[in-house]
């Protein structure tokens, strides 16, 4: 497997992003992770109801009762290949990082970082440093 070499460039040209190694078996279920949009019957009738899914209920339901021409339900069949479960969908395993201590261990190769929504902008800005050092990729790395 070739590997792409990132390059280091100007200020404001695009950079591309650290991909995971992954074998052939993997990227194929990863694309099997990907499921249709689940909405609430009726939800485009009345203002009160929001897109979130609810089990459909009502003794003339036809979206209980199943009928070809009304949208997907959500069942058991939708779900997730175990190998894939819990990964990011570019395919690496997401590892919580609240500070830089955090960071130790890290396999770059298959684990990217997400940086929890509590930690501030300074502490933020040294933990995206020591990532780029490290060569490991960060999910939110934001602006």
Not at 27 to 51: A, T
Not at 62 to 87: D, E, F, M, Q
């Amino acid at each position: 497997m070739e590997e792409e070499e990132v390059k280091i460039v100007e200020k404001g040209e695009y950079i591309p992003k650290k991909k995971p190694v992954l074998d052939d078996d993997v990227k194929k279920l990863l694309s099997l992770k990907k499921k249709p949009v689940f909405i609430r019957q009726q939800y485009h009738q009345y203002k009160r109801l929001s897109k979130k899914w609810a089990k459909p209920r009502g003794r003339h339901s036809k979206l209980r009762k199943g009928l070809r021409y009304r949208t997907s339900r959500a069942k058991i069949g939708y779900g997730t290949p175990k190998k894939v479960k819990g990964l990011h969908p570019s395919g690496f395993e997401e590892i919580m990082v609240h500070n830089i201590n955090d960071m130790e261990g890290i396999n770059r190769e298959k684990e990217a970082v997400r940086i929890s929504a509590q930690v501030g902008k300074r502490k933020r800005e040294e933990i995206i440093k020591r990532a780029d050092e490290m060569e490991v990729r960060v999910l939110n790395r934001g602006i």
